[in-house]
């Protein structure tokens, strides 16, 4: 007989253990780890353990990943606040740079915007070039991945050279876009094309909306 013919008799007779219940204890099978001989019985109990193990380790995740949602959601709020309270262009500039910098860690962070009818004499405030333009407009979500876009990286100075990712973030008046939240790190993963954006798409909408109230 062979061993597939074994597998269909056994599923098509249930009760075959019913008719021979000292069976069960007597069929031995190779331990999973060390290969001796065990029981069926135990064999079971292993898998039982070995499924609950993993069912804890998913659970003990999920939670580390509410856990570290529930940080961001406060760095979040904590941003928010300071950009409520800030009453000039330069107020938001500043709560822009420190709270991303400080707060979420971020080692580059640069603010660019253009189509403005406010200009001001700082870096901000920037003559960009059409492909930037269609780049920045053609963004449906914040970019993230490797550091490229070499117009981009000149806002990063020297450091530019360092760089290894970056999420570019831009800014919207309704559908049209004046400019754009740039972060750079010099670690490859810490902004990755599969990272969710959820986050950093708020920060965008919080930093668009509080640049406009002071330039208009």
Same mark, same amino acid.
């Given at each position: 007989?062979?061993?597939?013919e074994?597998?269909? =008799? ?12 000292? /069976? ?11 290969? &001796? ?8 109990? /292993? ?6 193990a &993993?069912v ?7 939670v580390? =990943? ?5 940080i961001?959601?406060?760095k979040?709020h904590r ?20 709270h991303? &910098? ?5 080692p580059h962070?640069?603010?660019r915007?253009?189509?403005?009818? /406010?200009?001001?004499?700082?870096d ?5 070039s059409e492909?930037?333009?269609f ?5 449906r979500? !914040?970019?993230?991945?490797?550091? &490229? ?14 760089l ?5 973030i ?17 670690d490859?993963?810490?902004? =990755? !094309? ?6 950093v798409?708020?920060?965008g909408? /919080?930093?668009?909306?509080a ?6």
């Amino acid at each position: 007989m062979q061993a597939q013919e074994i597998h269909d =008799f056994l599923l098509a007779h249930p009760e075959f253990f019913e008719d021979y219940p000292d /069976l069960l204890s007597q069929i031995t099978v190779p331990h999973p780890q060390n290969g &001796q001989a065990i029981s069926l019985t135990e064999r079971q109990l /292993l898998t039982l353990r070995e499924k609950l193990a &993993q069912v804890q380790g998913k659970l003990s995740e999920l939670v580390g =990943f509410g856990e570290e949602n529930d940080i961001i959601a406060e760095k979040v709020h904590r941003l928010c606040l300071s950009l409520l309270l800030a009453e000039s262009f330069e107020l938001v500039n500043h709560v822009v740079y420190t709270h991303l &910098q400080d707060d979420f860690a971020v080692p580059h962070v640069r603010l660019r915007i253009w189509n403005s009818i /406010l200009k001001r004499e700082s870096d901000e405030f920037i003559d960009a070039s059409e492909e930037l333009r269609f780049f920045a407009a053609d963004l449906r979500q !914040p970019y993230c991945g490797p550091a &490229q876009f070499p117009e981009i990286l000149e806002w990063f100075g020297e450091s530019a050279a360092h760089l290894a990712s970056l999420a570019l973030i831009p800014l919207r008046r309704d559908a049209q876009v004046f400019g754009m939240l740039a972060l750079g790190s010099e670690d490859p993963q810490r902004f =990755f !094309p599969e990272m969710g954006t959820m986050y950093v798409e708020r920060i965008g909408d /919080l930093v668009g909306a509080a640049v406009l109230k002071q330039i208009g």
